[in-house]
């Protein structure tokens, strides 16, 4: 959950330095010359965070409700709630906010830096938005420009069974196949930077006719799916191997001290270098092709990788530090708070008309649990699967209802080890093998006396 508090904050502070400086040009040529100050300059690697978490929680709640057989993957239900959920999740309140900042909000205030929506741009555009294309779709004339995120994050929504199916069935397979995404979508940007010979990343420099140049790169690079795809991708990949971890845990994952040292120390090189890389050009507004065009195919990559395995080592228990902090509970309220609450102070009343109304009218239609499950007696409660920022509370809470059947099943799983403990000890008392080698052999070679001690055993001693 703090992550996703870090990543507000990062964004938040970008855009109160541009956008409540009354010396705005003398700001942005002399914040960008001080080192520490990449951490604000770099903020829009923070969007990036959000693709990852998004792409994570998707495939992680995929696979395991597969695993689990849920639903199947040849069920009309499957994919009706899939892609449906997901847009009635979102649409009413995007719906609601685009016409409320197209009617009133061009009256409330007045002035110079006064710039409310172009109602003009929604009468033309709007259609673009409810449907998630606004990022290809009529540009020039954007309403809301802002909702890019929801349109590339709803497009990487949709095609991301591929990539997750490919996973589940083919295992490092699939995990290589996402690579070849991640290749392909490099070099593509690769590509365009050369053609038009774009800034290796949307920056604040000193060469003020640089940042000029940005609003093409915007349309071109900044707001397509197949640029921004990287860390879903990444996103994904994570999710699959912390779903077969969670699938093997009886087998638990443990990583020798040379993967772990190796782990950190990669994430580590490739978190500052994604973040203070640039600090050269930010500082002076020049760099070399072959480092710009380095930074342009890895550097939004290496933020991505070095927070999955930071996500991959936290969950795994090898980032018992790492996990204290982002895990402390000062971070508890802050994670309450989303944006909207942030910056509106009517959310709870927009809460209440909208996003309530339409998430008792999700389970009358699918049920509290989700539709495309197969309801066998045997089945777990489904849970919802997501993948937008603003459908992140419901995917947050599916990963913690996950994280809460995985300490039933652990305690569960503590309950057999007693009980093998008991059993091996009845067959040898002095046993010179391990007491689960014993009992295992038993399971194997005589499964009748095995349930026989087990039920005697656990009578007289486990109970």
């Not at 065009?293 to 228990?317: H, P, Q």
Request: charge should be positive; include cysteine.
């Amino acid at each position: 959950m703090s992550r996703r508090d870090i990543s507000e904050s990062g964004i938040f502070h970008l855009w109160k330095y541009l956008t409540h400086r009354d010396n705005l040009l003398q700001t942005m040529q002399e914040f960008t010359k001080f080192f520490y100050n990449q951490m604000v300059v770099q903020a829009p690697l923070a969007v990036d965070s959000f693709f990852l978490l998004s792409g994570l929680l998707t495939s992680y709640i995929f696979l395991v409700k597969l695993q689990k057989k849920q639903f199947r993957l040849d069920s009309f239900s499957t994919w009706f709630a899939y892609y449906v959920r997901r847009y009635l999740r979102l649409t009413p309140v995007y719906l609601f906010v685009m016409i409320l900042l197209v009617t009133v909000l061009n009256y409330i205030s007045e002035g110079p830096f006064w710039q409310p929506i172009d109602p003009n741009f929604c009468r033309n555009s709007w259609w673009t938005n409810l449907l998630y294309i606004n990022n290809f779709v009529l540009q020039a004339d954007s309403c809301m420009g802002w909702t890019w995120y929801l349109a590339n994050d709803f497009q990487l929504y949709a095609f991301a069974p591929i990539l997750i199916i490919a996973l589940h069935r083919y295992k490092m397979g699939g995990v290589f196949f996402g690579i070849l995404l991640l290749i392909f979508s490099s070099v593509f940007t690769v590509i365009i930077t050369i053609i038009k010979g774009y800034p290796p990343a949307p920056l604040l420099t000193t060469k003020l006719q640089i940042i000029a140049n940005l609003k093409q790169y915007w349309s071109d690079l900044y707001v397509k799916p197949y640029i921004r795809c990287g860390p879903y991708i990444v996103g994904c990949i994570v999710g699959y191997f912390l779903s077969e971890c969670k699938r093997q845990r009886e087998n638990r994952f443990q990583l020798t001290k040379l993967q772990w040292v190796l782990g950190w120390s990669i994430s580590a090189i490739l978190g500052f270098y994604s973040i203070f890389g640039l600090y050269e050009y930010t500082r002076t507004g020049d760099i070399s092709l072959w480092y710009s065009l380095t930074y342009a195919a890895i550097g939004r990559l290496s933020f991505a990788i070095a927070l999955g395995w930071i996500a991959f080592a936290c969950e795994t228990n090898h980032g018992q530090t790492m996990n204290a902090i982002l895990g402390h509970k000062m971070f508890i309220p802050l994670s309450k708070i989303t944006v909207f609450f942030c910056v509106y102070g009517c959310a709870l009343l927009l809460s209440l008309a909208m996003e309530v109304p339409v998430a008792h009218i999700d389970k009358l239609i699918f049920g509290p649990g989700g539709g495309g499950s197969q309801r066998l007696p045997s089945t777990a409660r489904s849970n919802t699967g997501t993948s937008d920022k603003s459908g992140e509370q419901h995917q947050l809470q599916d990963f913690e209802d996950e994280g809460a059947e995985t300490k039933k099943e652990s305690t569960e799983l503590n309950k057999l080890l007693i009980l093998v403990s008991i059993c091996s000890l009845f067959n040898d008392p002095n046993p010179k093998s391990s007491m689960r080698d014993a009992i295992g052999k038993q399971y194997v070679n005589d499964r009748a006396a095995y349930d026989a001690t087990a039920r005697e055993w656990t009578q007289k001693y486990a109970m």
